[in-house]
């Protein structure tokens, strides 16, 4: 189930970028998408960066539900759980900063969409990658549980609607925001 899964995983992720591409290209051009493809990589940059905390706190759980201790996987999922909010805090902070406050140069000598509206898709990926953080602690309770199908089945049901939202919106003619707007 768990191999299964991972190939289910797979597959979504691989046919929501086949699928992005062609989409984003034809609706908004290339210059747009390009744009979008800068702005798009700092919620993949944030999502990545969970500080470890999903991936210790995961191991520890695991360790707790083989002894039995139920107590103690709650306990770490708990503090893992409030160290990744913290952190989330922090990173959100920084992220909303550099969207609102970065000169307006960093958006490129001629950028394709008014610098106000990079700005708030930049802010709205900002929240989205913070928000995707958050996935990787309930993914550590879904291993440390024995359910790890049932965890990487929800992560590629997550994945595949975030990104079917993104292509509608953007195919029924929606800028960036409203496909920003969508994947959060």
Known sequence: AGVGMTVLDK?????VQLALVPVLAMHWGM???????????????????????????????????????????VRVFQS???????????????????AWF?????????????VAELRLTLAILAIYGVVA????????????AQMFPVGAFWNAVVLLIENVALIVTVMWGGDMVAAASAWL
């Open 11 to 15: 597959l979504v992720v691989a046919g």
């Open 102 to 114: 970065s000169p307006d140069w960093i958006f490129g000598a001629e950028p394709v969409v008014p």
């Open 133 to 144: 953080v958050q996935g990787s602690i309930f993914f550590a309770g879904f291993r440390a």
């Open 31 to 73: 210059a747009q998408y390009g744009q979008w493809l800068l702005l798009a990589t700092l919620p993949q940059i944030l999502s990545m960066s969970d500080f470890g905390f999903g991936t210790a706190a995961g191991t520890r759980m695991t360790m707790a539900t083989a002894r039995d201790d139920r107590e103690e996987a």
């Open 80 to 98: 893992a759980w409030r160290a990744v909010l913290s952190s989330s805090a922090l990173m959100i902070s920084v992220a909303l900063a550099l």
